[in-house]
């Protein structure tokens, strides 16, 4: 089968390469050095990434190696899996190429790696790749990890969609690894795809399988997820899917390590139900008209990372920070725009019932998780809680803790005032 002779080749080559450099970690599995976040702040990832990528990326292995091949059908339509899915996106994204932005974008082993920085959530210096291939208009790069001892590349296949030259947009339109064998996919109900497959020998003692459904540059907005927790080398799960336009979407596997870095990936395209997807935005049901307002305020401030704006919604003598009464964040959070990911991630979620403090009035405070029991979570409160970034290991975490949510709150006050931001804890 194709799918075994690209499992033996990647095999081979990963063998051959000098993935495991001095300082790969002895292990698969790695310990925990903090929470990623990944929300809307992973689109503008893409572009940040660009000032240190080209003098940070090292390329490992001959580009003689043996080239993998890319195998399986692609539903009719746009071919492109990430970063655009349209031809819209990929005609914006091109102009703004040309203009002299994200210039990383015009070779295929830059797209590969800033697919990995931004989907498998490896650090940008642990990332290494291998230009197999490049003829025409197609390309084939391997992605390696330094930190990943014995663990073979994912292989990237790249075309440029919207026409070829120097200056021409790669895409990535298939993504493979030796460590996943997927089948192909079962359409249970419109809304229901089964996802079904096994883990190779190569790799032992890989915990669960991440699936992650749709439609752009960053899981966010979702489109579907779920875990699955192997107890063999097989997998058979269900994954419910959200409308698109197009009836079209990204399916991405991933094997999550200690800090959620994934140590092998498969992306395909699948088939959704057709229809307007829910819109993007803060949920503001159930708050008065002045709360409604100032979340919508902080909202799009957040997401422009709009400094200027949000100093007029932030009053230093009443602002809380991280419990820190009287305070303004606002240079720390320009150091770390990082920090505002937060502020966009609990706005799209609804928020709790009002309470009035004692100081502070009548608040109405994102996200209504806070209120959440753990020990009884539902599957709409897990989603929710992954699309902030908590994995079932800090889910355990807090519940094991016995405090609740321990993740980032926001608070305005009946008037409309923004009183408080937290990224952590009580």
Same mark, same amino acid.
């Given at each position: 089968m194709k799918e075994t002779r690209l499992r033996d080749t990647l095999h081979e080559i990963a063998t051959g390469l000098p993935v495991d450099v001095e300082g790969s970690a002895p292990g698969t599995l790695r310990r925990a050095r903090g929470r990623r976040f990944l929300t809307a702040g992973a689109g503008v990832a893409i572009v940040v990434a660009v000032v240190v990528l080209s003098a940070s990326v090292l390329r490992f292995g001959s580009e003689t190696s043996p080239t993998p091949a890319v195998t399986g059908s692609t539903p009719a339509g746009f071919e492109g899996l990430w970063p655009e899915t349209d031809a819209e996106a990929l005609a914006a994204t091109q102009e703004s190429v040309t203009r002299g932005h994200v210039p990383l974008r015009t070779t295929p082993d830059g797209t590969a790696t800033l697919l990995a920085t931004n989907l498998l959530g490896w650090d940008l210096g642990d990332v290494r790749t291998a230009l197999q291939r490049q003829q025409a208009q197609q390309a084939v790069v391997l992605l390696?990890?330094?930190?990943?001892?014995?663990?073979?590349? #994912? &292989? #990237?296949?790249?075309?440029?969609?919207?026409?070829?030259?120097?200056?021409?947009?790669?895409?990535?339109?298939?993504?493979?690894?030796?460590?996943?064998? +997927?089948?192909?996919?079962?359409?249970?109900?419109?809304?229901?795809?089964?996802?079904?497959?096994?883990?190779?020998?190569?790799? =032992?003692?890989?915990?669960?399988? =991440?699936?992650?459904?749709?439609?752009?540059?960053?899981?966010?907005?979702? +489109?579907?997820?779920?875990?699955?927790?192997?107890?063999?080398?097989?997998?058979?799960?269900?994954?419910?899917?959200?409308?698109?336009?197009?009836?079209? &979407?990204?399916?991405?596997?991933?094997?999550?390590?200690?800090?959620? &870095?994934?140590?092998?990936?498969?992306?395909?395209?699948?088939?959704?139900?057709?229809?307007?997807?829910?819109?993007?935005?803060?949920?503001?049901?159930?708050?008065?008209?002045?709360?409604?307002?100032?979340?919508?305020?902080?909202?799009?401030?957040?997401?422009?990372?709009?400094? =200027?704006?949000?100093?007029?919604?932030?009053?230093?003598n009443t602002f809380v920070f991280n419990f820190d009464d009287g305070s303004d964040p606002l240079d720390a959070w320009r150091a770390d725009p990082s920090v505002l990911d937060g502020v966009v991630g609990v706005l799209r979620l609804r928020a709790a019932p009002p309470v009035t403090i004692e100081g502070y009035g009548t608040l109405y405070i994102w996200p209504y998780l806070k209120d959440s029991d753990f020990a009884a979570l539902s599957a709409q409160e897990r989603s929710d809680l992954a699309s902030l970034g908590y994995n079932d290991r800090d889910i355990r975490l807090m519940i094991e803790g016995g405090h609740g949510y321990q993740g980032p709150r926001l608070a305005i006050d009946a008037t409309g005032r923004w009183r408080t931001y937290t990224t952590m804890g009580e």
């Open positions: 390696g990890n330094r930190t990943f001892a014995d663990i073979p590349p #994912v &292989a #990237v296949a790249l075309r440029q969609l919207g026409g070829g030259g120097p200056n021409g947009i790669w895409s990535v339109v298939r993504l493979s690894s030796p460590l996943i064998e +997927l089948d192909e996919l079962s359409e249970i109900a419109p809304d229901l795809v089964q996802v079904s497959g096994r883990v190779s020998e190569l790799l =032992d003692g890989a915990p669960a399988l =991440d699936a992650h459904v749709f439609d752009g540059p960053t899981f966010d907005p979702s +489109l579907g997820s779920a875990r699955y927790e192997f107890t063999d080398r097989t997998f058979r799960f269900d994954v419910g899917l959200s409308p698109t336009p197009d009836g079209r &979407a990204t399916l991405l596997l991933s094997m999550p390590d200690a800090v959620g &870095a994934s140590l092998g990936a498969v992306m395909v395209p699948l088939e959704t139900p057709v229809g307007m997807a829910a819109a993007s935005g803060p949920d503001l049901t159930g708050v008065p008209a002045d709360v409604s307002a100032t979340a919508q305020r902080i909202y799009d401030a957040a997401v422009a990372k709009d400094f =200027d704006a949000l100093a007029k919604l932030i009053d230093p």
